[in-house]
């Protein structure tokens, strides 16, 4: 029997970039097999480099007549083949990476200085693919042993004693082998066999390069065989021969491993051909030959780009090997994004395939929302990552929970989730999650305990005790097997969806992405004793890094002539218009990713591959999509931090086409510019509203006279003079603001704390001139903090400050004992303002009496307190306390006279600053100013005297402020009528 391939030296064919591939792969092996023998076909075997490459090549035959079709298999499923002398079947990544773990926690629990702890997954991770990098590369475990770290730091020093210890795991001989490791044993144990005797029938290597060694060793195994050979994606045919001597010269350090035909140029070097001379495996030609040559010329190995000026002028005129190239250079990623999905779907609208190719997922999905609009929805080859899926959330989530305190924010993100409570109960669960938020928001607490959700969850005590019997037992923080952590997490997770009721938790595994993260905690508890005993720390990033490993595809869903690839799969399908997204350095190429076990000089000695590997296999995939019929290359001008980069790709192809003015280049590029511009327009005029909508003014709400409150305390009096429209909002609309979701000690927090200090010590009676009254007045602080703040570590840092403090507030206690005795706290007062039907309420922290009709009136701060001048104009409390007192308001003080009043300082500088009520008939003043508010045509003005222009208030954002500037006058609304008042 006759092959397709004449016996000769080994067979390395091509096929240039922007074609069919697996048609023309079709087409090529067709036309070397004899027509008259109907199984010749079938006797052919093809490896394909990847799952989509060996779909393609099959779907390449799915147009034609019934017929015997080749054997077509993935590199990958040589792993799985039975292996001669060694039965074992590949270990699970899962269960190597936790049998690392293990490892790896222990070198973190003894040095510390490594990394930290929620690093471990990652750290086990990076050292499995290190192992899998050895293995295809063919270096032995015992090479990283005679590296020698010479003058470098110490931490590398260190790093090899470990890798050392972990041999056991990188060998292959102890521990099971992995994927990697089998995979290079039998492309060893077939290459010997074949040396021996040829297998039947030709064999065909497709999509792949030989970028890592197993694979390159494949290819030479099979390109040597009788009818064995390899078909090389994306070879560029322009290239001269002195630049593929450059990169086939293993001597040379600068011979371009990130060129795009760097791999191309190596596997030649390896088979002893020219690969100047590697023949085409058909005489298919790409959409547009004079830009792939302009591209060629371009990304040339920075040692030769000297080639620029002398080979430019055999590109001609740049304006036709540019001319269906656009350049879109967007001012934000969202307007690339924007514009990016118009362009898509004008395409579909034509009826034209578009591929949008980048490595970018921010981008990926922000193209996919923004195709939503017209209800497009895109086939994603990278799909979502398990993570950003609804049941991915909620594991994340609660494994989040494990081994901490319950926190309120967490807590309510949780309750929040749409597959928490997915039965008939959901309604009620979502009314009482608001009701629960909305008290946690005003009363706290921080980490709502039991006690704590059954007080604020009154109308649904058994809701409270189901969300406690569930959160409780997560919090648990003592080391436990990774399997009773693994069963507590999904218990916790399908009793949340499951609800009270203890419905069937269905609706956490259904769908894809539900099959999808119940497949990966199957496999994580299959393998669970690998992992030992860890903390609910370790585990939760474990948990997490077993999670993000998940993606969820629905490509089946996609529109048909909508496709989203990532690079690799550039090589494996084209279209009419392929936009090239992203392309900021650092994005594509991606920088590559840093390696925590051996740095550039230490990999290079052991013999691994370089950084750059890694970008030249990204140049191939950019140049390949950038060969279609119609091209985008698309970036972002700035992302939300900085100005970006372009990638080094477009930057030498941009600087190439405007550096030749001769060849009408600067036009050229001037077109690229103006095409994306003008599809720029188009999307950002989506974007404008249809008609301008004018600035809100400066707002005075004119509330009737009736309506106005009949009571104010002595900070809203502080509200009416600075910015009345604040004091509008609570007092005459009732809005309120609510506290942060996830509260933090702030400063009225400790002003609170070291309130309730000071009244407790009070209380309690101690002499201030005692000699234990300093130790006294710290265990009083310190008891009474531990009772107020749930803060561990804030704790002792306001009892830190309160402890240089106590001395000097004692020292002042003394002098004001002296003038008088405690004799109320927290006392509130109330006053009539005659005539005008106002009350005004106070409440002072402290009214000490001299026993002879004399009162003194104090108030705590723990900021700075109001200078004299501001108490005159703005800051009026001790001034209205005082007149209260002397006018009876207060119980139990009839009779007293205010002798002095002061404010006593709880900061960094202690003190007094007395109230200045010797010159100012305070309470005349009130009455005027209560008065003026009175009237039926004074507004509610916004922001009339602020005591910082820059500060924000409460209800800014319901006032409108930004669209007008406090200098701007204010506008007066009657309320009632919704007009301007007569």
């Known amino acids: 029997m006759t092959g ?47 799952r989509r490459m060996a779909r393609a090549v099959a779907a390449a035959w799915a147009d034609g007549p019934a017929r015997l079709l080749p054997r077509i298999r993935t590199i990958a499923d040589l792993a799985t083949a039975p292996l001669t002398g060694d039965p074992r079947p590949p270990v699970s990544p899962v269960r190597r990476r936790l049998e690392l773990s293990q490892l790896v926690g222990r070198l973190l629990a003894a040095d510390g200085r490594i990394a930290p702890r929620t690093a471990l997954y990652d750290l086990a991770d990076s050292l499995a693919r290190l192992a899998d990098e050895m293995h295809d590369e063919g270096v032995p475990a015992a090479a990283l042993s005679a590296l020698e770290t010479g003058d470098l730091s110490g931490h ?35 290459a010997a066999r074949w040396a021996a005797e040829s297998p039947e029938g030709p064999m065909l290597v497709v999509g792949s390069t030989g970028s890592r060694g197993t694979t390159a060793a494949l290819i030479e195994a099979v390109c040597r065989l009788p009818q064995g050979a390899a078909i090389l994606p994306g070879h560029d045919p322009d290239l001269p021969g002195d630049v593929w001597d450059r990169l086939s010269d293993p001597g040379d350090s600068e011979s371009g491993e990130d060129h795009p035909q760097y791999r191309t140029a190596a596997l030649a070097a390896r088979l002893d051909l020219a690969p100047v001379a590697l023949p085409a495996w058909t005489e298919a030609a790409p959409p547009d030959p004079a830009r792939n040559r302009l591209i060629s010329l371009a990304l040339r190995p920075a040692p030769v780009t000297d080639q620029w000026l002398a080979e430019a002028p055999g590109l001609g005129d740049l304006a036709a090997a540019t001319a269906r190239i656009t350049l879109l250079e967007a001012p934000s990623p969202r307007a690339e994004s924007e514009t990016i999905a118009l362009r898509i779907r004008a395409a579909v609208e034509a009826g034209t395939k578009t591929i949008l190719v980048t490595p970018d997922r921010v981008l990926t999905r922000q193209v996919a929302a923004a195709l939503d609009r017209w209800d497009i929805a895109v086939d994603d080859s990278a799909g979502t990552p398990l993570p950003l899926t609804a ?16 926190a309120a924010a967490d807590l309510l993100a949780l309750l929040k989730h749409p597959l928490v409570v997915r039965g008939g109960a959901r309604g009620d669960h979502v009314l009482a999650t608001q009701r629960l938020e909305v008290r946690i928001r005003k009363d706290g607490p921080p980490f709502p305990d039991r006690a704590a959700l059954t007080a604020h969850s009154a109308e649904a005590p058994g809701w409270a005790d189901w969300i406690a019997d569930v959160t409780g037992p997560l919090a648990a923080a003592d080391p436990a097997p990774v399997e009773a952590h693994i069963a507590r997490h999904l218990a916790a997770a399908e009793a949340l969806v499951a609800g009270p009721d203890g419905a069937a938790p269905d609706e956490l595994w259904a769908g894809p992405a539900g099959r999808e993260a119940r497949a990966r905690m199957a496999e994580f508890a299959r393998h669970a004793e690998a992992g030992g005993t860890v903390s609910p720390a370790d585990y939760r990033a474990l948990a997490d890094g077993i999670l993000s490993r998940g993606e969820v595809r629905g490509g089946e869903d996609g529109h048909p002539l909508v496709l989203i690839r ?17 392309l900021v350095d650092g994005v594509w190429p991606p920088v590559p990713a840093p390696d925590p076990w051996l740095n550039r000089q230490l990999r290079r000695e052991a013999g691994l591959l370089s950084p750059e590997r890694q970008v030249g296999l990204s140049a191939h995939d950019f140049t390949q999509a950038a060969a279609a019929e119609e091209v985008w290359f698309t970036r972002a001008l700035r992302t939300d931090e900085a100005q970006t980069v372009p990638s080094r790709w477009l930057n030498r192809i941009v600087t190439l086409i405007g550096g030749l003015p001769e060849q009408d280049g600067p036009r050229a590029l001037e077109a690229m510019r103006d095409r994306g511009a003008g599809w720029l327009a188009r999307a950002a005029a989506l974007s404008v509203p249809p008609a301008r909508v004018d600035p809100a003014p400066r707002p005075s709400p004119v509330v009737p006279v009736e309506a106005r409150p009949d009571r104010l305390s002595v900070s809203d009096i502080a509200a009416l003079i600075r910015d009345p429209y604040a004091l509008y909002a609570r007092k005459i609309l009732g809005l309120y603001p609510l506290g942060p979701l996830r509260q933090s000690p702030d400063a009225r927090d400790r002003g609170t704390a070291l309130h309730a200090v000071l009244e407790r010590f009070v209380r309690e009676g101690t002499d201030p001139a005692a000699p234990d009254a300093r130790a ?31 001395a000097a507030w004692l020292a002042d206690e003394v002098a004001r004992r002296v003038r008088g005795a405690p004799a109320h706290l927290e006392i509130t007062g109330r006053a009539p303002l005659a005539g005008l039907g106002v009350e005004i309420v106070a409440k002072a922290d402290r009214i000490d009496t001299d026993g002879a009709g004399g009162a003194w009136i104090y108030d705590y701060k723990t900021g700075a307190p109001p200078t004299k001048n501001a108490q005159i104009a703005f800051e009026k409390q001790l001034l209205i306390e005082a007149a209260m007192l002397d006018r009876g308001a207060f119980p139990g003080l009839d009779g007293y006279r205010t002798a002095g009043a002061a404010y006593i300082g709880l900061g960094a500088k202690p003190g007094e600053v007395e109230a200045p009520l010797e010159d100012h008939d305070t309470w005349d003043r009130l009455v005027e100013l209560v008065g003026a508010w009175q009237s039926p045509t004074r507004g509610y003005t916004a922001r009339i005297a602020p005591q910082w222009a820059w500060e924000s208030g409460d209800h800014d954002h319901l006032a409108r402020r930004g669209e007008w500037e406090d200098t701007d006058t204010p506008r007066p609304v009657d309320v009632a009528r919704g007009e301007d008042p007569p």
Do not use: K, Y
């Open 566 to 582: 990532g690079t690799l799969e550039a090589r494996v399908e084209t279209a009419p218009l392929v936009i090239l997204g992203g």
């Open 156 to 190: 590398w020093d260190r790093t090899l004693r470990f890798l050392d210890i972990a041999a056991h795991w990188m060998d292959g001989e102890s521990a099971a082998p992995t994927e990697a490791l089998r995979l290079r044993r039998q492309v060893e144990t077939l």
């Open 4 to 50: 397709p391939f004449a016996p000769g030296e080994p067979r390395l064919f091509t096929l240039p970039a922007g074609i069919d591939g697996p048609a023309e792969i079709r087409r090529g092996l067709e036309a070397r097999l004899p027509s008259g023998d109907p199984a010749a076909l079938s006797r052919v075997t093809i490896l394909a480099n990847s």
């Open 391 to 406: 049941p991915g959330r909620l594991l994340r989530q609660v494994a989040g929970l494990m081994g901490r305190r319950l």
């Open 776 to 806: 006294r007045l710290l265990d009083t602080a310190a008891r009474v903090l531990d009772e107020v703040c749930p803060w561990p570590t804030v704790r002792q840092v306001w009892l830190a400050r309160f402890r240089r403090i106590a």
